[in-house]
């Protein structure tokens, strides 16, 4: 189950906003995590790179394929989580804390409008739509 | 007919918690909760149980059956002796692969044929249309499971399930028959994982969940089709539908682009005219000149497939370009993953799997004919060209995991 206060997107990223300093943190799942598999390779962006909701903004391999991740919204990369690179199972160990991936500044005010709240992504899940996903 | 299909083992797989996919229209599981990366090196340290059942089993019989394999098929039937598999084509009239197969000569009077899920039905029905007199074919799919176990564990666990422990001759290729609590077993030192030691058992489908049970419980254990796939990428082996079949531009792929078909194409005049043997006789002729250092003509092989080390974490997947070091192309990856491997300890013969492992990808790439071991290339992965060198051909006797020395060309 996703944490309370983090919103997540139909493609299974993960973003969680921290009102004192305004930056948003970005993740992917526990789903996502479990149905990639063994996770073997991450490519993110560098710090200073814009990224736009919807978009490409990095990806992730497992052994059998490699996976697109999606921007939760529109900012500018502060920081790229560079120590998972090198410890892959931290991102089945510990998700949505040590396995974030992003630090983000947002473009504008309610970034993250429109996301799903953990119930509602819950919710996805269980509907056959995610499976597209 | 659109029905998925279910091999006898799924309730297993279902039990032991594995995920399950559609591959060529079975259910069949891709993973157990362990995962792909555990399963791989369980089996190159112990042994792994595989359910191979969806592959399709064809028996021929009959006075007609000896002439009739020499014309599908590209290896030589009549060499082929009583107790012993050989690994063959089903070549079509322009040298191109209509699947590849095992024949195995269990016993006197019938042949048995292993080919591919995905191409059985195009197998039943070529065969059909060049089916001549006094032969017998005899799908055997659903009647016979089979279980594969592979791995340097697998002789002692087999050897020890078994009634009598008698274990076919420790040859690669060699069959025999045994039993396990009555039930009748077909045993084959063949394998699709590289190992030298290696079995592929047949038996009734009503007793394969006994013999899968038995060998589990000696601690073998349980792989899924991910794992199945890292395994014979890391030994070199190729699938049907990438090293095999239509290439990327929707040409077909020669059947000596492939190494192992050199010892499974077969001119020999016992043999006689065979389906596709004009065109597999140029195909060889590129290879004598080759071997001669003729680099004259290659028309009849442009490409062949070669193993590549690629020297980077990034894993080179299936259509990703590959570049001559200048930049021209020269070929794509057929295809391409990551295998873990265990890091060995020690020096020589004395070397031994540790206790940690590691990661490396693995390719196989369809290139031109004129490279060869040690040529050093770029594999294309989205914006990133890694640099990779062309790998030497594995041999079976020496085990895959060896191949973490090839990362540091």
Redesign the interface.
Known sequence: MVPQGYVCTKTHEWARLDAASGIVTVGITDYAVEQL??I??LELPAAGKAIQQEKVFG?I?S????VELYAPLDGQVVESNKAIADQLDVLAADPYNAGWMLKVKPAGANSLSGLMSPQEYQAYLESDEAKKH | MSDISRTVLYGRHVAGGAKMVDFAGWEMPIQYPRGIVAEHLATRRAAGLFDVSHMGRIVFAGRGATAFLQRVLTNNAAELALGQAQYTVIPNAAGGAIDDAFLYRFEEGRYLLVVNASNRLADLAHFRANLTGQVEMLDQTDELAMISLQGPASQEMLSAILDQPALPAPARNSLGIGKVHGAKVLIARTGYTGEPLCFELMIASQQAGMLWDMLAARGAAPVGLGARDTLRLEAGLPLYGHELGIDRDGKEIPILAIAPARFAVSFAPAKGDFIGREALLRQHAVLERIGKGDYSDLSALPRRVMPLAVLDRLPARAGCDILAPDGRSVGYVTSGTVAPYWKFEGQGPSARPGEQSALRPVALGLVESSLKAGDKLQVQVRQQFCPAVVGPNLSAKSPPYARPVLCQI
């Open positions: 598999g063994d073997v390779y990806v391999e052994v059998k394929a490699a």
